[in-house]
């Protein structure tokens, strides 16, 4: 298994450990830390594996931020 995919796995499994902790902020935080390490690694997967596997990882990490993403998008549409 690629370097890349192991650490995509890695993330996601930190991912969802971060998400069963208690948090005051509602894990925005967290959220705002998954996403800055997410971007390196989801290039990391698509220069080292393929376009596929990368739109496959970028799938699953939009999953598990779906919140943010959701509140991302609202924001996009109000701005135009």
């Not at 998954?34 to 690694?41: K, Q, R, V, Y």
Request: positive net charge.
């Amino acid at each position: 298994m690629p370097l890349s995919l192991m650490l995509a796995c890695l993330w996601a499994l930190i991912a969802n450990v971060l998400a069963m902790r208690p948090s005051r902020d509602k894990h925005w935080r967290l959220a705002y830390g998954l996403i800055a390490t997410a971007i390196p690694i989801l290039g990391y997967v698509t220069y080292e594996v393929g376009p596929l596997a990368g739109l496959v990882c970028l799938i699953a990490a939009l999953s598990m931020l779906r919140w943010p993403m959701a509140y991302f998008w609202r924001w996009l549409r109000r701005q135009g």
